[in-house]
Nanobody
Framework: QVYPVESGGASVEAGGSLIVSCAASGYTYTPYCMGWFREVPGQEREMLATVDSSGNTFIAESVKGRFTLFQDNAKNRLFLQMNKMEPEDSTLYYC???????????????????????WGRGTQVNVSS
């Protein structure tokens, strides 16, 4: 079993910045895809950012210019830096880890690899006006 754990959620004021972190245990392989999603009321979870094992990153158009995805040097942790935060960013943020290491036929912002991925329980972010 793989156990992703998110941390760093907090309450911040509009215009502020926050970094959420994802760490996973229970595996030694390098997941092909990893990503950050967030809850959207009345909709399916929104894909925010992904990265593959080669370091190719994707940022959703809706948050491009404000959010940045990065990893530590050992690629043991996945971070999402959020800048110029808005009240609309208030929600649960989830980390998901791919179940395989083998290269997939599609980029990590495509396909449905996360359907079979390992999900964390989420970290709460609140942005006040």
């Amino acid at each position: 079993q793989v156990y992703p754990v998110e941390s760093g959620g907090a309450s911040v004021e509009a215009g502020g910045s926050l970094i959420v972190s994802c760490a996973a245990s229970g595996y030694t392989y390098t997941p092909y895809c990893m990503g950050w999603f967030r809850e959207v009321p009345g909709q399916e979870r929104e894909m925010l950012a992904t990265v593959d094992s080669s370091g190719n990153t994707f940022i959703a158009e809706s948050v491009k210019g404000r959010f940045t995805l990065f990893q530590d040097n050992a690629k043991n942790r996945l971070f999402l830096q959020m800048n110029k935060m808005e009240p609309e960013d208030s929600t649960l943020y989830y980390c998901v880890v791919d179940s395989v290491a083998k290269r997939r036929a599609y980029a990590c912002n495509k396909g449905t690899w996360y359907w079979d991925g390992y999900w964390g329980r989420g970290t709460q972010v609140n942005v006040s006006s």
